[in-house]
């Protein structure tokens, strides 16, 4: 995922690779200067506008939902670029809950650009270092109420540049999903409707593409079971021109609030007892497994000279459990759950 840090995708390794000049960061930088950014605009700053916008706009509901303050963290890069982390713990519904924004320049080092010759199949034609900048935007929540479920959600934007910084070469990747405790079909049909909703006004393919692109990938390989009931999830996409895959990304950054907090309202005040808080301390411990162990963004950003681990590891919820051979009641609401973590459900039906 992209936090403030862009730190939970594969883009993480690159955001704090080097500190080496990159040519569109003075460019840009007086631009700002000037006044409102337009669609004229390079889409390095567009996206960064957008990405903040929708930082403020989630922050706020989020507050307002709460009733606390997000503390909030900013950094800046010599080079260019910037940070925004915002993060509130121990919240009156949210145990913790992490909104990050990252906008970074600077240059692939040569390793990297191999990386992704042979993982992405870019056809980057420098030997490296090349310049390049990154945009984008990362939450994680943890509700208080084990009915409640958490959720994540990233959009990011990555372009290697020319010489003169323009773009060489560009992509947009993201998604959203969600975790829960507790199994409540109508939470699941709904966060599933409403991105599916988004994606059909873009291309009738991308939600059962996407949907099934998520169920790979937030997948426990060690545990045998998902990470979550899915979502949507997609990287290096620039299958449409520029403007158009843009405008995908915010309709589906824009659809945040619709598709989770009504799931929240409904699920806050229930009443729970200390087994199913249990339960959900157990659920959050698979949720740090699965970062800590396959999230590619997580591992390369911990492996980055000079990273920010706090924010790195903002997506991590404050308090999680492991228990010894944990099992669940035959029959049981839990077993109810990891029947579906074990084998993916179509929420809603798939085109």
Request: net charge negative; aromatic share 12%; proline share 5%.
């Amino acid at each position: 995922m992209v936090t403030s840090a862009i730190a939970l995708t594969g883009l993480a390794s690159l955001l704090w690779a080097d500190q080496t000049y990159c040519d569109a960061a003075t460019d840009d930088k007086q631009r700002r200067a000037e006044g409102p950014i337009t669609d004229s605009d390079p889409m390095r700053l567009r996206m960064e506008a957008f990405v903040k916008g929708l930082q403020n706009r989630i922050v706020a509901d989020i507050e307002q939902m709460d009733g606390k303050q997000f503390t909030r963290t900013t950094w800046q890069r010599k080079e260019g670029g910037e940070g925004i982390t915002c993060v509130l713990q121990d919240g009156n519904v949210f145990e913790k809950a992490g909104v990050g924004v990252s906008i970074v320049y600077g240059q692939l080092p040569k390793a990297a650009v191999e990386q992704m010759r042979h993982d992405r199949g870019k056809d980057i034609s420098a030997d490296g270092p090349v310049p390049f900048f990154a945009a984008g935007i990362s939450l994680v929540i943890h509700p208080v109420n084990p009915n409640a479920p958490t959720v994540h959600m990233n959009y990011r934007y990555f372009e290697i540049e020319n010489e003169d910084g323009t773009p060489k070469m560009w992509w947009f990747g993201g998604g959203s999903d969600l975790t829960p405790s507790y199994l409540f079909e109508d939470d699941c049909i709904h966060f599933h409707q409403v991105l599916k909703d988004g994606c059909d006004k873009f291309d009738k393919k991308y939600y059962g593409n996407f949907k099934q692109w998520c169920d790979k990938y937030f997948y426990n390989k060690h545990r045998g079971e998902s990470r979550g009931i899915g979502g949507i999830f997609f990287d290096d996409l620039d299958d449409k021109p520029a403007d158009e895959v843009f405008n995908f990304v915010k309709e589906m950054g824009n659809r945040f609030s619709q598709s989770y907090l009504p799931i929240i309202k409904k699920r806050m005040t229930m009443k729970y007892t200390p087994e199913m808080k249990n339960w959900q301390q157990i659920r959050r411990g698979r949720y740090v497994e699965f970062n800590l162990v396959w999230d590619r963004g997580t591992k390369f950003g911990l492996q980055t000279p000079g990273a920010r681990i706090e924010a790195i590891l903002m997506s991590l919820p404050l308090t999680a459990r492991w228990e010894y051979m944990a099992e669940v009641e035959p029959g049981s609401a839990e077993e109810a759950l990891e029947e579906v973590l074990k084998n993916p459900v179509d929420w809603i039906p798939l085109d």
